[in-house]
């Protein structure tokens, strides 16, 4: 079993991109599911996670009004719509699943990690 990322590309500051998370043919069990980013040289971050039922939702901070995490469990997929995108949101983003996660803020809640899409915004 392994995630898909994809929908990563360039993008112009204040431009948008939408990542999808596919887990094809298998059926989408995971509690929640997450993203999470690593720029060049830095630690892997997290972005926003999301529960089986849509709810509730977690974001960090600074990404808060930009990001939107959704879930579509008939499709087993999850996304990532980003806008506003700003130059420091470049980084390779990775989506996760987590069976069980008492925080869905951190890495070591998830058991399963997609290969990573590549996210460029230039100024």
């Known amino acids: 079993v392994q995630l898909q990322a994809s929908g990563g590309g360039l993008a112009q500051a204040g431009g948008s991109l939408r990542l999808s998370c596919a887990a094809p043919?298998?059926?989408?069990?995971?509690?929640?599911m997450g993203w999470f980013r690593q720029a060049p040289g830095m630690e892997r971050e997290f972005v926003a996670s999301?529960?089986?039922?849509?709810?509730?939702?977690y974001y960090r901070d600074f990404e808060r009004g930009r990001f939107t995490i959704s879930r579509n469990n008939a499709k087993n997929t999850v996304y990532l719509q980003m806008n506003s995108l700003k130059p420091e949101d470049t980084a390779v983003y990775f989506c996760?699943?987590?069976?069980?996660?008492?925080?869905?803020?951190?890495?070591?809640?998830?058991?399963?990690w997609g290969q990573g899409t590549l996210v460029t915004v230039s100024s």
């Open positions: 043919g298998r059926t989408f069990s995971y509690n929640y």
């Open positions: 999301i529960a089986w039922r849509g709810s509730p939702t």
């Open positions: 996760a699943a987590a069976r069980f996660a008492s925080d869905a803020t951190l890495k070591s809640s998830y058991d399963l």
